[in-house]
């Protein structure tokens, strides 16, 4: 009865570390996805203009009137990021930006994504506000 449980208690084991595994392996391609993704807006005054109106409306309540991530209404325990800065926790490509807008950050989902309150282009414009009030020569 011993060897049995033994074996059982292994195999489950065994199966629970190829899920974590296979999950590690599916969280990679989407990042890598994301990051080859072209901005299909181009950074316009009107598209900047566009995102920070966006952007006003839906991420200053968490990251704050200027994006350093002060935001008086961020979920209790989370930190949103300061956007303005060099670093970018979740990617700094435009694709990655977009995705992270679209989809959310997991897998707690600190933030909710914004697929369903926001069109492909009005994410776009955001990713281009950033861009402007983020530092020059960031990775696009």
């Given amino acids: ?11 489950l084991v065994l199966c ?16 890598a996805k994301a990051a080859a993704i072209k901005n299909p807006v181009a950074s316009t005054p009107a598209s900047i203009a566009a995102g920070e109106a966006s952007f006003k409306r839906y991420c200053r309540f968490c990251h704050g009137e200027d994006a350093k991530g002060d935001g008086p209404q961020a979920p209790k325990d989370t930190h949103p990021p300061n956007l303005t800065d060099a670093k970018w926790d979740h990617g700094s490509t435009d694709g990655d930006i977009f995705t992270v807008i679209k989809d959310g950050v997991g897998p707690k989902f600190d933030m909710k994504g914004y697929n369903s309150k926001m069109t492909a ?3 776009w414009n955001v990713v281009n506000y950033l861009r402007s009030i983020g530092p020059t020569g960031a990775a696009r």
Avoid at 1 to 11: I, W
Avoid at 16 to 31: S, V
């Fill in 1 to 11: 009865m011993r060897r049995l449980f033994t074996s059982t208690f292994a195999a």
């Fill in 16 to 31: 629970y570390l190829l899920a974590a595994g296979i999950g590690l392996a599916a969280q990679a391609k989407p990042a």
């Fill in 121 to 123: 282009p009005e994410m």
